[in-house]
């Protein structure tokens, strides 16, 4: 059975940084496309942001810029680091492995899910 877990998330000041990770087990993260998604509450789970297997990335447009997203397969890790962080940024954050090697354009051709680290950006 595929695990995703996600980690690094907590609360920050509006203006800071913070680093999530993505570890995945019982799969290869390199073949693949892998994607951040976040959902604040009463929202829609929104795209944050996606590698392809061929280290192209896709960025939403809130988060350009500021965040960036990144992989390490050797130790079949997801990361994404984020900066100049906004109260709008507040959220869960979830992590998700798509059979494809390229992004998808669509959520719902996501695979699997993480369960998700809430990051909180408060002063």
């Known amino acids: 059975q595929v695990q995703l877990v996600e980690s690094g998330g907590g609360l920050v000041q509006p203006g800071g940084s913070l680093r999530l990770s993505c570890a995945a087990s019982?799969?290869?993260?390199?073949?693949?496309?892998i994607g951040w998604f976040r959902q604040a509450p009463g929202k829609v789970r929104e795209g944050v942001s996606c590698?392809?297997?061929?280290?192209?990335?896709t960025y939403a447009d809130s988060v350009k810029g500021r965040f960036t997203i990144s992989r390490d397969n050797a130790k079949n890790t997801l990361y994404l680091q984020m900066t100049s962080l906004k109260p709008e940024d507040t959220a869960v954050y979830y992590c998700?492995?798509?059979?494809?090697?390229?992004?998808?354009?669509?959520?719902?051709?996501?695979?699997?899910w993480g369960r998700g680290t809430q990051v909180t950006v408060s002063s």
């Open positions: 998700a492995i798509s059979l494809r090697s390229a992004c998808p354009k669509s959520r719902y051709d996501y695979n699997y």
């Open positions: 019982r799969f290869t993260l390199s073949y693949y496309a």
């Open positions: 590698i392809s297997s061929s280290e192209v990335t």
